[in-house]
């Protein structure tokens, strides 16, 4: 199966700084989700975005397939963005393969 | 609301124990997806159903076991617990086998005392 690889793995953010999350992948893709966990473990859907590039509110989301990576922007970032990024793939039919995820703390 | 429910949310039990937890998708979705995240670990893949058949299996051990009902609701059934199977369990959903959005549940969380 593909492997997925996050960067980086912890980030700290002083409050209304911007930021890039980065995820490869080993394999092309057609299924590609951000995902953010928050402090009380639930999993939030950000984006399916298998190319392309997508926005909401404060976060914006781009795919290049053809190169095998994906990049999640938060811009002035609030300390409710901390928690846990993850960003998934898959391939073929097999399902959803998750990254290790990158740990953010946003820090008032 | 994501529209998949997963019950309990909590769930305290003793070694040797034998647990049940239910998911119900999201409504018309006939896939149902089990995953369990460890402490500070990635979401591992335990087994995918769809509309009753089981469709894909993963890390799963031999002491958990799953299925999907009818109704499409599923239930992931964990025996002979151990201290390392403490965990959150997630169940996702999707409208038809693979590809498309994966909607998660708010998850169990497992604590095996």
């Known amino acids: 199966g593909i492997q997925v690889e996050q960067s980086p793995p912890d980030l700290i953010l002083q409050e209304g700084a911007n930021s890039t999350l980065r995820c490869n992948f080993s394999d092309s893709v057609n299924n590609l989700q951000w995902f953010h966990q928050n402090p009380w473990g639930q999993l939030i859907n950000l984006f399916y975005i298998p190319s392309g590039t997508k926005q909401n509110g404060r976060l914006s989301a781009t795919t290049v397939a053809t190169e095998r990576y994906s990049l999640l922007y938060i811009s002035s970032s609030q300390t409710t963005d901390s928690g846990v990024y993850f960003c998934?793939?898959?391939?073929?039919?097999?399902?959803?393969?998750f990254g290790k995820g990158t740990r953010l703390s946003v820090i008032a | 609301d994501s529209g998949v429910t997963q019950t309990p949310k909590h769930l305290i039990t003793a070694t040797g124990q034998r647990v049940t937890l239910r998911c119900s998708p999201r409504?018309?979705?006939?896939?149902v997806y089990w995953y369990q995240q460890s402490l500070d670990q990635g979401l591992q893949f335990l087994i995918q159903y769809y509309n009753g058949e089981e469709r894909a299996k993963g890390n799963i051990l031999e002491r958990f076991s799953a299925q999907q009902f009818p109704d499409l609701h599923s239930e992931l059934n964990l025996s002979s617990l151990e201290l390392g199977d403490s965990a959150l369990y997630f169940c996702?959903?999707?409208?038809f086998g693979q590809g498309k959005s994966y909607t998660f549940g708010s998850g169990t969380r497992l604590t095996v005392v």
């Open positions: 409504s018309g979705d006939l896939s």
């Open positions: 998934a793939g898959l391939s073929g039919n097999t399902p959803l393969v």
């Open positions: 996702a959903s999707t409208p």
